[in-house]
């Protein structure tokens, strides 16, 4: 299936279907209307057309104390801005009550891995007609999360992502079984791969989550020659500085050599050499 996105005035990009890599980007967090802008133009200019991605609440945080964002009102009011420049918004809604203001601001309402089997909420992004990127939770197998795609399928909506980012491991780690993206294409849906959640560790700095940043591009080379496709980074210029998740983010600077590869490999992937010159299953 080939699900396409197109802010006003942009570009469209198309996610599945053979289509190239798509690529998903942007902060953790809305940090400041600047920022966020600042974020916008850097990555496009690096990237060409893609999905900008910025939370305008986080409220998964580890602590009470740790920053959430600007808010529903302003963090609309500013993904409403880098829409209206021409780069498709992604933002993620935690409550049924707020997908309807953020269809308004935002093409894609993503579900965040804790709240995929809340039904309600759901329903609620279904119904807005908007893409919904629904990201699989660490508690849940490849083969279960097509039951939430359901859910947003049975409004009439069949605009739908599923993203990996992980299954819990023990305490404080996570691992990515490549079998699972295979698993979860077969549900019909594009799959995208976070590679910047995939190598965060829960909680693992007590008050804060940390992250081994230097295996996001193992993962996500690997996750490209599976055969995802697009891929999901969050991005800072100075990651120590940022917000909210800076330990597991892809620092700005590495994003140019890091996308030129993984495209590499995506091209490759989808290329008919490659595809009728592969070897085939071992027990055929």
Not at 18 to 35: Q, R, T
Not at 93 to 117: K, M, N, S, T, V
Not at 212 to 231: H, K, N, W, Y
Request: contains cysteine; aromatic residues 6%.
């Amino acid at each position: 299936m080939r699900i396409e996105v197109e802010a006003p005035g942009g570009p469209v990009i198309p996610f599945g279907g053979g289509a190239p890599l798509a690529l998903i980007a942007g902060p953790c967090v809305i940090e400041s209307e600047e920022h966020a802008h600042f974020l916008a133009r850097r990555i496009g200019a690096i990237a060409g057309p893609y999905v900008f991605k910025a939370s305008f609440d986080k409220a998964n945080r580890s602590s009470v104390n740790s920053y959430r964002g600007p808010g529903l009102r302003e963090g609309l009011r500013i993904l409403a801005g880098i829409r209206a420049a021409g780069f498709p918004v992604l933002t993620d809604i935690h409550e049924a009550w707020q997908a309807e203001a953020a269809a308004g601001a935002a093409d894609i309402l993503q579900i965040p891995a804790f709240l995929c089997r809340q039904t309600d909420l759901l329903l609620a992004a279904g119904r807005t007609g908007r893409i919904v990127n629904i990201k699989k939770g660490q508690f849940v197998a490849p083969h279960d999360i097509r039951l939430a795609a359901e859910k947003v399928a049975s409004t009439g909506n069949l605009r739908i992502l599923l993203t990996e980012r992980g299954s819990c491991f023990g305490y404080n780690n996570l691992v990515v079984d490549m079998r699972g993206l295979a698993v979860m294409r077969e549900s019909g849906w594009p799959v995208v791969f976070d590679a910047t959640h995939s190598v965060q560790t829960p909680g693992g700095m007590g008050a804060t989550s940390g992250g081994q940043p230097q295996f996001i591009e193992t993962l996500a080379r690997a996750a490209v020659a599976a055969g995802v496709d697009a891929l999901f980074v969050e991005v800072h210029e100075a990651p120590a500085r940022a917000l909210s998740d800076g330990a597991n983010a892809l620092r700005l600077d590495l994003l140019a050599g890091l996308l030129g590869r993984l495209r590499r490999i995506g091209a490759l992937v989808n290329s008919e050499e490659f595809s009728t010159k592969a070897p085939g299953n071992p027990s055929e």
